[in-house]
Structure formats: C-alpha cells, structure tokens
C-alpha cells in the first residue's frame, strides 16, 4: 500500500473538493492525521456533508474521513 504524507492527501482532499462543481470547498477545512481526513466547518444542505464526505473518502491513500461538517443555521 502506497503511504501518502498527511499534507499531501490534505491537499488531494482540497484539490478534489475545490473540483467538484457542486460544493463550496472554500467553506470546508481539511485536516489529516495519520490518513484520517477531518472535515470541518459550514454548508449550505446536509446532501453537500455527504457529498463532501463521499468526495474525501474517494481520494487516493484516505484511510477513513472524519465528517464534522454543520449545516449553516
């Protein structure tokens, strides 16, 4: 198994959320540690805390995502 330093897949995580059409990536905070992706911050539906958490988890050398999104009240 290829290893991924934790700043390369934080990185991978945000270049591939900044692609995706559908989310704002530049509300979301990405965070790694040890392969385990945290997400953080604010959007604007609970389908998008999915589908950011579907995206992270998608990304090459991502162990397990930590989803802690909110959806903005």
Do not use: C, M
Request: avoid cysteine; glycine fraction near 8%; hydrophobic fraction near 45%.
């Amino acid at each position: 198994e290829a290893y991924f330093s934790d700043s390369v897949l934080t990185a991978r995580v945000k270049f591939a959320l900044l692609d995706a059409p559908d989310v704002s990536a530049l509300d979301i905070g990405v965070q790694t540690h040890r392969g385990v992706v945290l997400l953080s911050g604010f959007v604007d539906t609970e389908r998008l805390v999915r589908r950011a958490g579907e995206i992270a988890a998608k990304v090459e050398g991502v162990k397990a995502v930590r989803n802690t999104l909110q959806v903005r009240g």
